[in-house]
């Protein structure tokens, strides 16, 4: 089975930058159609962007122009490139597919402060 890690995460201050990973190790299945979520104390996971096999992308509109989700295919790893990150982007990240097919994985924190 499938077990997504998630790392990169920390604690950043508004307008600082993160890189989140994804990776499956140990895993034959390529991380082909993957995408990101976020979950806030109380909240249900919710969509941040979306990678699709031909490598096009989506975004929420609160992180479109600040996120860039690409594909390492060396590494079979999914990134998550945040920028100028503000204090409402603070939550715990998940990689998964975009219909949540694969068993969650631990997440990664990020803190963004004022």
């Known amino acids: 089975q499938v077990q997504l890690v998630e790392s990169g995460g920390g604690s950043v201050q508004t307008g600082e930058s993160l890189r989140l990973s994804c990776a499956a190790p140990?895993?034959?299945?390529?991380?082909?159609?993957m995408a990101w979520f976020r979950q806030t104390p109380g909240n249900q996971r919710a969509f941040v962007a979306t990678l699709l096999f031909d490598g096009s992308t989506n975004y929420h509109p609160s992180v479109k122009g600040r996120f860039t989700i690409s594909r390492d295919a060396a590494s079979n790893a999914i990134a998550l490139e945040m920028t100028n990150l503000k204090p409402e982007d603070t939550a715990v990240y998940y990689c998964?597919?975009?219909?949540?097919?694969?068993?969650w994985g631990q997440g990664t924190q990020v803190t963004v402060s004022s």
């Open positions: 140990g895993s034959s299945n390529r991380l082909n159609v």
């Open positions: 998964n597919t975009p219909w949540e097919s694969l068993p």
